[in-house]
């Protein structure tokens, strides 16, 4: 009989604030003689010196007592690498939601601004914002923390892509991507008991859509719920062992099984 590993937690559900380094994106270092392009503190960039020159894909900016980066896809005129990046790693275990503050200006819309989050095996999300906006929002992803199961850290991207036509140049454009104040928050505690992994079996995985769900039989299952990356419920109903998703676009999804002792989960992949 395979043990059950539980982890028990409290009822109530409480956060943690985890922070970034530097989430303000506030700290820089200075240029200097050896150092010839800026570098914000605890992220990398893909500023560097090209053909003798500082290739800056990310700045310093200012506006009254607001500092943050701008990500530009034009590489400040030079449109030899068409996008500029900002990222940094974040630890994955219990990761509930990331918040951050920024601009995208895409110019005619011909650029874009990305926000991206990937692992070891891929992207896991991303977003695309192709607006040109005159002031900063605030947006917060959210996630079933399931979906990291595995992963110790992940990856976060801001990133500011354009593109270059050579035969149409009316069509070349690129993007402005400015970041400020990022944060995550992580869950300590939630209402069910997370039961080991290996006491829930899908499988094929990948699968075009259908899925076979083999549960431990000392589990007595009474629901299922799927999710998409977003921790959003995208399927939910009674327990079958044959799960038919068909219905889903291609991605990662998380399968939970509710059980009487608690909750199994595992991520699938559909893949057509």
Known sequence: MKTIAILFILCISQFVSGQFINPGLDQWDEPDAMKPFEHIVGWETLNRISYAIPNLSVTREEEGERIFARVQSNHAGQDV??????????????????????????????????????????????????????????????????????????????????????????????????????????????????????????????????????????????????????????WMGPYTQELDLRHLANGSYIISVYTNQGVASERVLVER
């Not at 939601?97 to 891929?122: H, M, N, P, Q, W």
């Not at 079933?144 to 270059?164: K, V, Y």
């Not at 094929?204 to 000392?218: A, C, K, V, Y």
Request: hydrophobic content about 40%.
């Open 81 to 234: 690498l068409i996008s500029g990046s900002l990222y940094q790693k974040i630890a994955a275990d219990n990761l509930q939601s990331i918040t951050y503050t920024s601009r995208c200006d895409s110019i005619d819309k011909l650029g874009l601004c990305l926000v991206r989050i990937s692992d070891r095996e891929g992207i896991l999300f991303s977003d695309t914002i192709s607006v040109a906006q005159d002031s900063f929002d605030t947006r917060t992803i959210e996630f079933n923390p399931s979906m990291f199961e595995g992963q110790d850290t992940i990856w976060l991207s801001f990133e500011a892509n354009g593109r270059t036509d050579f035969t149409e140049p009316q069509f070349d454009g690129f993007s402005v991507f400015d970041i400020d104040e990022v944060r995550t928050d992580f869950i300590s505690s939630v209402d069910q008991q997370i039961l080991d992994a290996r006491l829930l079996d899908i499988h094929p995985n990948p699968s075009q859509g259908t899925f076979n769900l083999d549960l431990d039989f000392n589990l007595e299952a009474t629901s299922v719920s799927v999710y998409n990356f977003l921790g959003q419920v995208v």
